[in-house]
């Protein structure tokens, strides 16, 4: 038994550990700066004081909190001889894995149904969607992942590790540490798949349905200009919806996969990494009343000069 793993993530790539510490370096500052741009502008501009961006707010801090678990300790690595990371510290980053991930399913679930309400029903929107019910939604959804990521990283961690501690990824991902196991891991993939059909496809069906009744709710509008307004508040979230369940859902629901190592690599960078890194610019350039408060703000640190 040994007390740290090694991550050996991008290790075949020596030559280039430098420029992918700069890469990686840069897409996480962009990522901080968008999410913490959006918290900022949400809670500053009223105008954006509605439950579709109170949502965004959150969905802003899962992506922080998602992101922030797994690059500073990759870039550590990127320029570290020794790429270690302690059993510890590796049982807390799956576990974070899993809070903020299994967070953001049921946030971008909450905000399928807030555009549900707004397009299907618009004259209750106010009443359903009330302040109490929104908090609600938020407090369920954060609360989520805490028995998720409690049970997975214990469980995981509770298999003995004998034969190496080489893991051939960037971060304590489920499916590479279950690879190191000696212990009979068949049990744990059965609870894993059913485990993941409930936080993925669960959450996923859910949006699917509210979209499928908003898509019809839309088709049914006699304004061609009507329908493309209501899609257009739709856009976003279905683009950030795809990113995000899609590579997910390819990596979790085969754990022992035949994926090569940099299939698994990439499909993992796309979640973790990018995914993160596009939802602020996606959210930011795809919302008029986010271009327009971003223009507000503008306007008013340019009067502020001025005085």
Known sequence: MFSEFLLLGFSELG????LLFAMFLVVYLLTLMGNFFIIFLTKTDTALHSPMYFFLQ????AEVGFISTIVPKMLVNLLSAKKTISLSECRA?????FFFGTMECFLLTVMAYDRFVAICNPLRYPVIMNRTFCVLLAMAAWTSGFPVGLIKSTWVFSFPFCESN???HFFCDTPAILQLACGDTHRFELFSRIGTSVIILCPFTLILTS???III?????????GRRKAFSTCSSHIMAVTLFFGTASLTYFRLKTNYSAGVKRLLSLSYTVFTPM?????YSLRSKEMK????RMLRRKINQCRL
């Not at 030559?15 to 430098?18: L, T, V, Y």
């Not at 709710?217 to 200009?225: D, F, G, H, Q, V």
Request: positive net charge.
């Open 93 to 97: 980053q799956m576990y974070f894995v």
């Open 166 to 168: 080489a893991v051939f």
């Open 292 to 295: 327009g408060a971003f223009s």
């Open 217 to 225: 709710t839309i088709l049914k509008m006699p304004s061609a200009e």
């Open 211 to 213: 979209y499928i009744r």
């Open 58 to 61: 959150n969905l802003s801090f």
């Open 278 to 282: 596009l939802n602020p610019i996606i």
């Open 15 to 18: 030559q280039f550990q430098f």
